[in-house]
């Protein structure tokens, strides 16, 4: 209730729903994946309204399986309203998969509340579903606490659980390349601290392993897929500065990260500044009022230092330009790694806070507290995101901006580098052109995905289409299959040797194909092993209760 209540409170707070920096990419992955279902096209798909119709196929590189949910939901409203309610559902699951994971670690309700209310609602969380809506990044907040557990029952719970860290870290990828590298650093540093348990029980180290094996069967849909077409070509993210040559030009100086540490309570309009807080700060302060040296205690004392390290790695002053820290360049901004403070304090905090109110009466009190801060949090944000948004795009809403607008993308890091640039295609139209003379082209058209027309010629001519190459696309003349290559401009060119009508689609690769069902296959395979492992279990424990009564 206090979740739910609280995620409403979020969404009024961030009302009108103004276009954040990433918004409309996501925006239209949404809309291809819902025409793509309706036309029956899914998984085997390219968005064919990007780009002024020429086609941006991001779904090779940001998976879409996640978001078929708020597809669905787009067919039988709109496409805002789809992204509205995504907002919404994966709050409510980042809180409840951290309440879980807290739960199970730390045995103890009231941290398991107080940590999911610190890591659903805190400052980095916000201002990457709104002010950068980093919808990909904002997915990865719920799975990152299934991936700790997992790590944690191999470390120190029950390792046949190994399934666990399969679940979780197959949906940290199916949401966010970036931050499943990032947690597989992490993941290294928590296993080199706990060694000894792994080293003392060798069997954990094994099922560690068949963890990862199993992952990168079960994430196959997008993975094979993805390098397919990093190998097919040369897209702009390679070369155009999406990866930054100096990690300290884009990291934060230690003034405002110490100054982020205190701030997120008040309302005060700023630039746009990645921040921890001042709720999940004054959370891992109250280590102060804990006493003892349990298990428990030092692996929150473990999350904490980790955390401030991860931070301290966001600043100018870390030593970027030293190996290995120069071969992390591709995550892009240091403050990424704010997720992983975040979720570490907020469960370190929580864990402090229970410990350190020993009645119900001071656990209630707290909780009233951290409920009523999360509010002053929610609002702070709120108006930070509303003044920062309106001053970049004024304040139009997503509902106000133009549909051709809005099935459109920034940054383009997709594109491949042969095409000129984003403008070019804008000023090239949609027209069809040809190595040697215009040839007669007639009944051209282009509906949901699939270019038509038919020629008049009687020499060989190559043709360029209207269409960004991707390695999947077919094309038929006369109902004969002709190549579909790339042409010097990044378009689609085809040849052709004879009159007739010509039809070009976007077919996908035999990669994909397999990849797909050998994803459904494992994960059917996965649930299958699971099912049957807590049925022994329930029948071993049944057996052992009979026999002792």
């Avoid at 949910?69 to 787009?74: D, G, L």
């Avoid at 006493?291 to 030593?319: C, E, H, N, Q, W």
């Avoid at 139209?429 to 058209?445: A, F, L, Q, V, W």
Wanted: charged fraction near 15%; include cysteine; proline fraction near 3%.
């Amino acid at each position: 209730m206090i979740l739910t209540l609280l995620t409403i409170y979020m969404m009024l707070a961030n009302k009108p729903l103004l276009l954040g920096h990433d918004m409309l990419v996501h925006y239209a992955r949404i809309e291809g994946l819902k025409n793509a279902i309706e036309d029956g096209r899914f998984p085997w798909y390219i968005n064919y309204n990007g780009l002024d119709g020429y086609g941006y196929f991001i779904k090779a590189f940001y998976c879409d399986l996640l978001l078929v949910p708020f597809a669905v939901i787009a067919i039988f409203t709109d496409n805002v309203t789809a992204y509205e309610c995504m907002i919404f559902i994966i709050t409510l699951l980042c809180g409840i998969s951290t309440y879980l994971v807290i739960k199970r670690i730390y045995n103890s309700s009231v941290a398991a509340i107080l940590g999911a209310l610190l890591y659903t609602f805190c400052c980095y969380r916000l201002l990457d579903l709104f002010i950068r809506a980093a919808i990909g990044e904002s997915f990865a907040f719920i799975f990152l606490p299934i991936v700790l557990l997992g790590a944690y029952e191999i470390i120190r719970g029950d390792y046949k659980k190994w399934y666990i860290l399969t679940i979780g870290y197959s949906l940290l990828i199916f949401s966010h390349l970036i931050s499943s590298a990032l947690t597989f650093i992490t993941l290294i540093i928590f296993f080199v601290i706990y060694y000894k348990c792994l080293i003392r029980e060798p069997k954990r180290i094994t099922y560690l392993f068949i963890a990862a094996l199993v992952t990168l069967i079960i994430t196959a849909y997008y993975l094979f897929p993805m390098i397919e077409q990093m190998m097919s070509n040369t897209f702009y993210y390679e070369v155009k500065g999406s990866i930054p040559d100096n990690m300290n030009s884009v990291a934060v100086r230690i003034t405002p990260i110490i100054e982020g540490m205190i701030q997120g309570v008040t309302s005060h309009l700023q630039t746009f500044h990645v921040k921890i807080g001042l709720l999940l700060t004054a959370s891992i302060c109250t280590r102060v009022f804990v006493s003892g040296k349990s298990k428990l205690v030092r692996s929150a004392d473990i999350l904490v230092i980790v955390g401030l390290f991860y931070v301290f790695m966001s600043s100018t002053i870390f030593p970027w330009a030293i190996f290995p820290f120069n071969k992390l360049s591709f995550m892009q901004f240091p403050w990424r790694l704010y997720q992983f403070s975040s979720l570490f304090f907020a469960i370190a905090g929580g864990f402090y806070l229970s410990e350190a109110t020993k009645t119900n009466k001071r656990k209630l009190i707290v909780l009233i507290g951290f409920i009523i801060g999360t509010c002053i949090v929610i609002n702070s944000e709120g108006k930070n995101f509303t003044y920062q948004i309106a001053e970049i795009h004024g304040n139009n809403t997503l509902r106000e901006i133009d549909e051709t607008k809005r099935s459109n993308y920034s940054g383009l890091e997709y594109m491949p580098i042969k095409v000129p640039s984003s403008s070019y295609i804008y000023d090239r139209g949609n027209r069809i052109s040809t190595k040697s003379e215009e040839p007669n082209i007639t009944d051209y058209k282009k509906e949901k995905g699939i270019t038509s027309f038919n020629v008049n010629t009687n020499k060989k001519d190559i043709l360029e289409l209207p269409l960004i190459y991707y390695k999947g696309y077919s094309a038929t003349l006369n109902g004969k299959e002709i190549t579909a290559e790339q042409s010097p401009n990044g378009l689609i060119e085809i040849p052709v040797e004879q009159s007739g009508e010509v039809i070009v689609y976007y077919k996908g690769t035999l990669i994909q194909k397999i990849s797909f069902y050998i994803t459904i296959i494992s994960i059917l395979g996965l649930c299958i092993y699971i099912f049957s492992q807590k049925r022994k279990k329930s029948h071993l424990k049944y057996k052992y209760d009979d026999t002792t009564v």
